[in-house]
Every structure is written in structure tokens, then in C-alpha cells.
């Protein structure tokens, strides 16, 4: 048998054009193929395709694994905090600085959550300061104390005794909201006692006027009440200055407990009749 080896380029050229037009499509092998084997399988690989490309679609939309979500560093209230905010608090000179100083102030867990830091800003000619307890969240989107319809019963309750708010200075005893207004904590209140004293420190107010129990705990007795401490005028000594301090129900108070409207205008009374 002839082989294609000891063909020439030419003899081999015309032997393969023979077998075209004599219409062989395939070379014969040693062994022989099984072209039906082959034919199946390429129809099978043809009917898989579709089925491939579309697992390959969906494993490429894969969504990414959830990331998780960096930890939050929180700093929980402590001795050395509490040291912070003092030295930080005794370092102000005037409102101002304290209110400067107050919001670059990272050493309590409130002021992470919230959106505004309330602080005394100036006092009024009148000299009356008015501090209430801890902000809300109506007075954390406003930036201001006593906002929203608290607000609005505290300015018919100074009308009342013939004053407007311009006529007040107002500010909270902490100068954060807490989280879903919850009650303060004792190592928050602790914090943000040296900002609170120094802001009546500062204002050096002619009358001070407590609003609230948490508002009076902080400023003249942690152990009492307002019904306790209402009815009589105290003093509230910071820094070797003393100060003349009226203690009566917050407006939230009031708006809860409205059977006690009648004690806070006899409050009011005794405001008035101190400005003369």
C-alpha cells in the first residue's frame, strides 16, 4: 500500500482532488470512528450550551457577600472622662469658648448619636436663666431647648408673668439627647455636670431658674425631688460665687401632669415678685 509519505507534493495534490470529487469528506484512520458516537455527542454538547451560559450569566449577578459593617468605637463614661470634661470646662473664659470647647468634646457616649449640642449661648439683660432637663428629640432637630409643644407651653407660662423668651436665657442640663430619650444615666450625668456648672458659672445669672426634677438633681440636690425643693428660693454655690435658684416643673412636667399647673404658677408668682 502506498502511503502518503512516498507521495510527491504534487502526486499527493492530485490524489486528494480525486477523493473530493469522487465526494470523500473524512480521512480514514488506523482504527476506525464511530462518526454516530460523534454525532451524539456534539448534539448533546450543542443542547448543554444554552443551559452553561446561562449558569455562568447568573453566577456572574451573584450578589457580592455581605460586608460587614465596621464596628462603631463608642467611649464608655469613666473616672478619667469625667476628669476631662472638668479641665476642659474650667478652661473656658467665656460662652462662647464653652461651647466651642463643649462640641469638639468626644469623651461621652451621647454626643454620638446626636444630631445638635445645645449650650447657653448669651443672657439677656433681664439676667434670668432657666435650665431644664436633658434635651429631646424635638429640641436635637431644632438645635435649641425647650422646642415643639413644650416650648409652647413655656412661652405662655413666662407671658403669664409679663416675660417673652428673648427676656430668658434657657439652656439643658446635659447638652446632648439621649437615645430615644431615655433617662440619662448616672455616668452621663456625671460627664456633663462641669459643662452645665460653668455655663451658670459664666452667665453669672441675677435669678436662676431650675425646671424639672432632673434639671434640680444636677444643679441644687441629687437626692431630691421638685416637689421637695419647690415653694422657697436656694443658693447655688459654683466656684465660690453664689446664686439665688427658683426651682419649679419643667414644661414636659406639666404637659404629663397637668394637675400641677397650680404649684408651678405660684412658682411663676414668686419669680415675678423677685424681678420687682
Known sequence: MTTASAL????????LSFYADAGV?????????DLTRL????????RAEPEQRAA????ARAPDPPRTAPAVQTTIPDDKAVSDAGFAAESARSLAELAE????????NLKQNARSTILLEEMPESGILMVCGFPTGEDDKAGAALSGPAG?????????IGLSRADVGVTTALPWRTPGDRAPTASEAQICQPFLERQIALAEPKLL????????????????TVFDLRGSWHRKEIGGQSFETLVTFSPSELLAAPKNKKEAWLDLQALRARLG
Open 8 to 15: 510527491t507534493a504534487r502526486e499527493a495534490a492530485a490524489l
Open 25 to 33: 469528506d473524512a480521512m480514514l484512520e488506523d482504527e476506525a470512528t
Open 39 to 46: 454525532a451524539a455527542e456534539k448534539a448533546e454538547a450543542a
Open 56 to 59: 455562568a450569566k447568573t453566577k
Open 101 to 108: 470647647i463643649v462640641q469638639g468634646f468626644t469623651g461621652c
Open 152 to 160: 409652647g407651653l413655656f412661652e405662655r407660662m413666662l407671658a403669664a
Open 209 to 224: 431658674v431650675t425646671l424639672g426634677n432632673f434639671a434640680c438633681r444636677m444643679t441644687i440636690d441629687p437626692n431630691k
